[in-house]
């Protein structure tokens, strides 16, 4: 079972969604009267969150009023289930989730939640391509006690309660679950390329669609496509998580490969020869003139002239993981003024070893997220691939946009 987690700032479109879309069953409601309407749940949790929101005195002021919970079991972990069985595993869910102690990043002490003794509602829905059953859970972020519940690394938390449950229930875990679908996945998309007479990348998406497949192209601001992410069943994959070769800059190299019209070689006819007859021929020695080509040094690297505010700086990169920086970086979601070019030049700056430059650049495009600590460089034990990958990372993070708010706990 795999168990997904959000949080949302307006809940009616979450709660219609849970409880209407398509033919979805209402389980269990916990903490709210029965009979309500989506809409009347939504204000009630809503009122609540507003009505303690004098209480709080410290921290921001809350804006998001509602965390929702996907849980997907395959069909064989929750075949022959009841609508008490599926009741069942959403308390259970919560239960565990509560449980679930983690320490947030500025936190000195472990933080748990209190979603059980919430205002919470369970919707069924079925997959209309597969028919898989997945549980939809919306719950209030203020427990009934006036608390709220803490939504740092809501991801993460919910990863780790579904593992417990999956390890109680005997199910398969979600990274074995996820791999499994990564898989069949990249089955799909090559089958797709291979059938596809011309490559279109949005012939593709829809081949993707007709799959069952949820796909979300990114753009940056040319409307150049620089990515793309593919779900299905609770479960979203990068484009290079699927295959190096199915990325956006890759993807259609992929499709021609696989497309190669055999070349054929036109041979002439051989015409008889009289061979001359043999005579002693006097050796010379050859002297090299400007006709005859000299051998030309193999290149081995890339120049990139890279313009940092006034100055200018020349780096060299090896050819052999130029792709690195020139087509696998990717823009923070956040970050609306970037350009994968900014994000590639900031990494290929880390690579060269000009951090104060690369911490420039990356401001300069609207970043202020992490920066390299004290010591950054290769390592001993690390090659080229590996610290290129390394410093790609690095530059995504720089550039990531500074926080709106800080505050403390």
Known sequence: ????????????????????????????????????DPTAIWYMMKHHCQYHQAERTVGRKLERFMTTFVL?????????????????LQDDALEVLDSVGLKPKGFTNEVKTNFRNSMNVGGLHSDSKSGTLHLHIDCCRV??????????DIHERAMKAAEIINMRRGW??????????????????????????????????????????????RYDKQRKLVGYTVGK????FKASEIGRKFMA???????????????????????????????????????????????????????????????????????????VFTNEVQIPEDNDIATTENVAHVAMLLFAGYIDAATSMSESCGGGGSTPSSGWGKKDDEDDWKFAHRCAQMAHSMCKPKPRYRFRR
């Open 1 to 36: 079972m795999i168990m997904l987690a959000k949080v949302v700032s307006y809940g009616g479109n979450s709660v219609r969604y849970a409880l209407e879309k398509e033919n979805a069953k209402t389980v269990k409601v916990n903490n709210m009267p029965d009979g309500l």
């Open 72 to 88: 997907s079991p395959s069909k064989e972990e929750s075949a022959n289930f009841t609508m008490e069985d599926w009741a069942n």
């Open 143 to 152: 427990d009934i006690d006036g608390k709220t519940n803490d939504v740092h």
């Open 172 to 217: 398969k875990q979600p990274q074995a679950i996820r791999d499994m679908r990564k898989g069949e996945l990249a089955e799909d998309c090559e089958h797709i390329l291979k059938d596809m007479q011309q490559f279109s990348i949005d012939r593709y998406f829809n081949l993707l669609h007709m799959k069952g497949y949820e796909v979300k192209p």
């Open 233 to 236: 069943n609770a479960s979203v």
């Open 249 to 323: 800059s890759k993807i259609e190299d992929t499709w021609k490969k696989q497309h190669q019209q055999p070349t054929q070689v036109k041979t002439k006819p051989v015409s008889p020869s009289v061979a001359p007859a043999p005579h002693p021929v006097r050796p010379v020695v050859q002297t090299p003139t400007a006709s005859q080509p000299k051998a030309q040094p193999q290149i081995t690297q890339t120049a990139f002239i890279i313009n940092i505010g006034d100055g200018v700086k020349k780096v060299w990169i090896p050819n052999s993981v130029k792709d």
